[in-house]
């Protein structure tokens, strides 16, 4: 604590404020190049207000690629085949509370200099650290096999090769992908995107032709309704491929490739257009996920369908579900949905290599080359992938990504609440943390969430026992097992939530000397004295992610 009386030591070098040390170097560094009072209040050559905005265009919008996976297509073509339009409000809470955490995760990396892995090494004691990192990494291993299996089925839907081939060749388009960056990675990026739009234009199309009901839309939209065989669990399913875990470590650390003025307005400003951003990409991507639901919905419950059709939509996967686009495209549906679906999985790759590289680097303070993180997380994803294709088929793929869905919204609380915690504390944000409606608001939705988790895990998993066919005895040793697993579960979500954070990340402002400042720079009056310098966070080491400008 003592490091934090010091005062701001002024030294040559780069126009920039230095990011905050966690590791106990509290002391500001104040660059004294180019110095002027009102870059204090406005920045070095601020643009004034919107003009400002497409400078910090990018992060919001590569995450909201994560929202567009296979995973999430996936769980809406089941939730509208199944459900029909029942758990539309599924779609709108869940997204609604993404854009709030997303935003959460954005301000806690621009108001800290630190995004939320590193910060989570710096608060946790070295065994909840290396727990955290452990799920963090399984959660970006779960996130990648709606993507590997999502490329099988497009491969197949293409070339017809059996699937458990396409999750083989799944490793080597991934080499490809990242080896086709070296040529551009924004050009890259911006032609999967557009790709994964055309999909969104079909099923906006197919939308328009088949009209779902408008009425019954919106009741499923604002309503929450239950109701029906597995629908908790499609719900949780939804949950899980809409707010996933890694998109938080991920936001936070992106937003530090940008530069932010040095100045409390250009913090205040960043995070509003981070903001905006967030809500622009999320607003789209909740569109599309409304389209699919309600194609799938609309489609699977018309009374003129064939028996193939019927047989499709009692079990609809990303492999069987380019029927429903056959009123836009005709002949050509297969084709253009398994490239767009290709797209999307691919695109999720990118986010998906970003998120691992980020949590690693910030757990363990370790880098590795891109290729190589991607190339064993893929791996390690490709293994359940493969086995359930052998055995189960195109069915049993489809059910493991459901099952991948799942075991994101379990683990979210694991990240969800170090956010919420960090980004509602004086110590973490200093004057930048969350208002009290953001705390509430944010913390009612998050309990929901984890309490949806706990109570369906706990009443499907005893449901099992009851109408398991195994042995009494099996079913004693599994429920030793498991039980065990589930209380420690619970006991962990729980000192994470009542654990008082003790790490101070936070530097507040110091005071401008008067008489040394106006020696540092000639025609400052006193009204510019007392001013606060706001420490901004830029990233040296982040700057090179390859984002839109």
Known sequence: MAGMQNEPRVIGGSNRISAID?????????????????DIINGPDQKPGWRNFFS???????????????????????AGANHRYELLWVILIGLIFALVIQSLAANLGVSTGKHLAELCKAEYPIVVKYCLWLLAEIAVIAADIPEVIGTAFALHILFKIPVWVGVLLTGFSTLLLLGLQKYGVRKLEVLIAILVFVMAGCFFGEMSYVKPPAGDVLKGMFIPKLSGHGATGDAIALLGALVMPHNLFLHSALVLSRKIPNSVRGVNDACKFFLIESGIALFVAFLINVSVIAVSGTVCSAKNLSGD????????SLDSASFLLKNVLGKSSSTLY???????????????TYAGQFIMQGFLELRMRKWLRNLITRCIAITPSLIVSI???SSGAGRLIIIASMILSFELPFALIPLLKFSSTTIKMGPHKNSLIIIVFSWVLGLMIIGINIYYLSTSFVDWLIHSTLPKVANVFI???????????VLSVIYLMFRKDAVVTFIEP?????????????GENDNDRGQELRNVPFREDLADIPLPQ
Do not use: W
Not at 309 to 316: I, V
């Open 22 to 38: 966690v590791s106990g170097n509290t002391t500001p560094v104040i660059n004294s190049k180019d110095f002027d009072h009102q």
């Open 391 to 393: 055995i189960g088929g």
């Open 510 to 522: 110091t005071k401008l000397d008067a008489s040394a400042q106006v020696s540092m720079e000639s």
């Open 479 to 489: 429920g030793i097992l498991v039980f065990p697993i589930m209380a420690i579960y």
């Open 56 to 78: 910090f265009v990018g992060p919001g919008f590569l995450v909201s690629l994560a929202y567009l996976d296979p995973g999430n297509l996936e769980t809406d073509l089941q």
């Open 338 to 352: 398994a490239i767009a679906l290709l797209a999307s999985g691919q695109s999720s790759t990118i986010t998906g």
């Open 309 to 316: 059709e019927l047989d499709r939509c009692s079990d609809l």
